[in-house]
């Protein structure tokens, strides 16, 4: 089975500062999507940002981006120019190809972006 | 594009009763699935439903159950409500099965009382 550990239960910077989420996972699988996925106050959940196994470039999504480490079994989100809209609860997941689509999810890690 | 839509958006019941959740996936999207999220167990998967199909189920009671319709909409149902039932309940569509992203919808906040 596969696991999911986001080792910071919370975080805080100032606005416009650059911070990095924690994630490692586990997995014996070789085909497999990495997720971030955000979840402010309203509870609904948003897709942050994207990773393929398959592919050794780390993805980047304007602000966002991944630092991915397939061997390490690691993958972090690096937020850049951090805005008080990235307040919010930040779940890593995991998805694997074959089998059941379902997201694995990690605890999550509670963001606050102090003004 | 209307994003997944859930109703009711929050709902009370009491123990020992039933409820049904529904769910519209994205238009176009074939699969739904459902997660229950709880501060005690975090986020964990209910059920896939693929072409009217469920294929696959977690780790759930049998009081659990879903269904999904020709349109891919999707209910899901709760008997034999439990008090430690209450959480959020999220659901979330894809193009197809495998290799997709899932997006989700707002959720549904059920509280047993």
């Known amino acids: 089975a596969q696991t999911v550990t986001q080792s910071q239960p919370e975080m805080s910077v100032q606005e416009a500062e650059t911070v990095t989420l924690s994630c490692t996972y586990d997995?014996?699988?070789?085909?497999?999507?990495l997720f971030w996925y955000k979840q402010p106050p309203s509870r609904q959940m948003i897709l942050v940002i994207r990773q393929e196994a398959y592919k050794q470039q780390n993805a980047t999504e304007n602000r966002f981006s991944v630092n991915f480490q397939k061997a390490a079994k690691s993958f972090s989100l690096k937020i850049s120019d951090s805005q008080l809209g990235d307040t919010a609860m930040y779940f890593c997941a995991f998805m694997n190809l074959q089998g059941a689509q379902k997201l694995v999810f990690g605890q999550g890690t509670r963001l606050t972006i102090n003004p | 594009k209307a994003g997944v839509t859930q109703t009711p958006r929050y709902l009370i019941k009491t123990r020992g009763q039933q409820v049904t959740l529904s769910c519209s996936p994205i238009s176009g999207h074939r699969s739904v699935s459902w997660y229950q999220q709880t501060p005690g167990q975090g986020l964990q998967f209910l059920f896939e439903y693929f072409s009217e199909t469920q294929r696959n189920k977690g780790n759930f009671p049998g009081r659990f159950s879903g269904r999904q319709f020709s349109n891919s909409r999707s209910e899901m149902n709760v008997s034999t409500l439990e008090l430690g039932d209450s959480a959020l309940y999220l659901c979330a569509s894809s193009l197809a099965l495998n290799q997709e992203t899932q997006y989700f919808g707002p959720g549904t906040r059920l509280l047993v009382l």
């Open positions: 997995t014996s699988e070789n085909n497999y999507y």
